[in-house]
């Protein structure tokens, strides 16, 4: 079955700082790959997706995530983090074959200090 | 892109009572979701529910437990039987687009159970 981990379940970074939060994927056959954010008593929000497109994708909020099939991974990333980024990051995958179920990764708490 | 109305948005219940959430999609799909957000924790799916056949249950999900109905192609429900505490979360419903670009979600019902 699809399944997808994130490393770290809290990542924690100052101002200004790069900010990285990993996603790795299990499936042989590349599927598409989702980032969604949810902010403190919020519902989801999309970010970016991979959907056998660009390796490189740009989403909302200055981030972008790279599809890197080689390491079975789609790291979101953000140059310079902002106190308004720090909340909850969800990676999930749909597989291209086979069911249409989303599965979603534990997420990572994104915390960001002054 | 596909509008999603789910509702209650949000319910306390006494346990043992039982609660059905209902959701609303503005298109025919074939297949809808339904998730449970815990609180703190990541999305965990529940069920698929497929018109015209029984809903396919995840690992640790039981249909007497999460009864759910599937009546026609722009409708279905999610009854949580039976509450106790350990049921309070957010429940969310979801279809995936064409070609599974993205998964749209309604605005979730988020459950208390005492």
């Known amino acids: 079955a699809q399944s997808v981990t994130q490393l770290g379940s809290h990542v924690s970074v100052s101002e200004g700082a790069l900010v990285l939060l990993r996603c790795n994927y299990s499936?042989?056959?590349?599927?598409?790959l989702f980032w969604y954010v949810q902010y403190p008593n919020q519902g989801l929000q999309l970010l970016l997706k991979?959907?056998?497109?660009?390796?490189l994708v740009k989403g909302i909020n200055g981030f972008e995530a790279e599809f890197k099939k080689s390491e079975t991974s789609f790291h979101l990333t953000k140059p310079s983090a902002h106190m308004s980024d720090a909340a909850e990051y969800f990676c999930a995958v749909i597989e291209q074959g086979g069911s249409e179920k989303l599965v979603f990764g534990k997420g990572t708490k994104l915390t960001v200090n002054p | 892109s596909a509008v999603i109305s789910q509702k209650p948005s949000r319910d306390i219940c006494q346990r043992g009572t039982s609660l059905t959430i209902q959701c609303q999609v503005d298109?025919?799909?074939?297949?809808m979701f339904w998730y449970r957000q815990q609180p703190g924790q990541s999305l965990t799916l529940i069920a698929t529910a497929n018109q015209g056949s029984e809903a396919t249950y995840e690992s640790g999900f039981v249909i007497d437990k999460f009864p759910i109905s599937r009546p026609n192609l722009t409708f279905s429900t999610l009854t949580v039987s039976n509450m106790s505490p350990e049921d309070s979360s957010i429940y969310l419903c979801?279809?995936?687009?064409?070609?599974?670009?993205?998964?749209?979600f309604g605005q979730g019902t988020r459950l208390t159970v005492v």
């Open positions: 979801s279809v995936v687009g064409d070609r599974r670009s993205e998964a749209f």
């Open positions: 499936s042989s056959v590349p599927p598409y």
């Open positions: 991979y959907t056998s497109a660009a390796t």
């Open positions: 298109s025919q799909v074939t297949m």
